[in-house]
């Protein structure tokens, strides 16, 4: 679904004769080098692919040697274009300034070298475009890979999926959950935390945004608001320092903090997110029961489909495809709200655990024209959901 977006997408932009500054971020692990290396090779145009990850030297002057290498191979095959590719190009200190000051050479040189950037901290990647490179840019926006697409390459079951999530490095361990677990957990989560996070934005109080993650990792599919959320830290910090590593996790692909509908976009910044992970994996990785365990104890279950049709939701709308909120009026609540282009889908998941009823309807009776469906018992089965494109909806 995604995946094959992106492989498209990515195809199409680099067979054009135009040159482009094409800059592919997302969270690690999700297959961004494998896309880019595959579209090459399809591609059959010459290139030149290195990666700072682990360079010496992280100053721009290592930015500078290889665009000279890439002008040196243009000029000696006699070759009309050449692609010029830099992954993890965010541990290169200030690399926007050395990118744009060596692409507006070759502007004014008329050399026609295509350029590729890759990186995994989301946060690094649109500041520097933003300051930089404003105008010389598309993007795309990579993320985790849903339920369809882990059956699709691996077979994965919906059930399989809930738990154990859409990192497909991680699929060939599922078998030794002990040994899956250590590797979302250390290879993946942590790495996130401490190298796209810690290392390359300045954070006041690290063990803080720790447990932040770990509390929001356990709450996922809640809605907590942020003074409970200090409560449940035991932390002298503030809200908007709460409010803050949240967004900060959300940009690393970790967990997002999904805002409540009012209808009114000035009053949709909420005290109270619904805490929502991006991958289901952070959760399980996290959890003491085991898949068999958690398949079998009917409430916990319940919470870990629910969290799995929310992060099916919250990756669609980081790619920009719909707004997702939640809806909650008093002792009446709605799951998920979708808008797009002024529509709005409202989504109440049923999965074993009682809720009020009246939350779907209430929501009708309030926003007019809004369509309604429910997932799960009595509706749309979960299963079928997860491999459906939340845009089809409307």
């Not at 243009?74 to 009309?80: G, H, V």
């Not at 502007?107 to 946060?123: A, D, E, F, Y």
Request: charged share 25%; hydrophobic share 35%.
């Amino acid at each position: 679904m995604y995946q094959r977006h992106y492989l498209e997408t990515l195809r199409k932009r680099i067979l054009e004769p135009r040159r482009f500054i094409q800059v592919i971020s997302g969270p690690r692990q999700i297959g961004k080098t494998t896309l880019v290396k595959q579209t090459l090779d399809q591609a059959k145009l010459p290139s030149i692919y290195l990666s700072a990850d682990g360079q010496l030297d992280n100053s721009g002057i290592w930015i500078n040697n290889a665009w000279e290498r890439a002008r040196l191979q243009l000029k000696n095959d006699k070759t009309s274009e050449i692609i010029l590719c830099f992954d993890e190009i965010q541990k290169i200190d200030n690399w926007s300034e050395y990118i744009k000051k060596e692409w507006d050479q070759d502007t004014l040189n008329n050399t026609q070298i295509k350029i590729i950037l890759l990186g995994s901290s989301r946060l690094l990647i649109q500041e520097g475009l933003s300051e930089s490179l404003a105008g010389r840019f598309e993007s795309i926006s990579m993320n985790h890979w849903s339920c369809l697409e882990m059956n699709d390459a691996f077979g994965m079951t919906p059930d399989q999926f809930v738990y154990f999530g859409g990192y497909p490095g991680a699929f060939e361990l599922v078998d030794d959950e002990t040994r899956w677990r250590e590797y979302v957990r250390d290879s993946l989560v942590e790495t996130a935390i401490s190298r796209d996070i810690f290392q390359m934005t300045k954070i006041n109080k690290p063990a803080l945004l720790k447990r932040l993650f770990d509390l929001s990792a356990n709450y996922s599919g809640q809605i907590i608001s942020y003074t409970k959320i200090l409560g449940q830290l035991q932390d002298a910090g503030n809200t908007v320092t709460i409010a803050h590593y949240l967004d900060l996790l959300s940009t690393a692909g970790l967990i997002g903090g999904i805002e409540k509908y009012s209808g009114q976009k000035l009053r949709q910044r909420s005290s109270s997110p619904k805490l929502q992970v991006y991958n289901t994996a952070i959760t399980g990785c996290l959890s003491s029961m085991s898949f068999k365990e958690a398949r079998e104890k009917s409430d916990y279950w319940g919470r870990l489909v629910e969290s799995a049709v929310g992060s099916h939701l919250i990756n669609s709308a980081f790619n920009k495809e719909i707004n997702l909120y939640y809806w909650r009026d008093r002792n009446m609540e709605v799951d998920f709200v979708m808008e797009n282009q002024n529509r709005l889908v409202a989504l109440e998941v049923k999965s074993g655990r009682k809720k009020n009823a009246n939350g779907l309807h209430e929501f009708a009776k309030r926003f007019p024209g809004s369509k309604t469906l429910v997932i799960g018992t009595g509706g749309i089965p979960w299963e079928t959901f997860l491999k459906t494109v939340p845009l089809q909806l409307f």
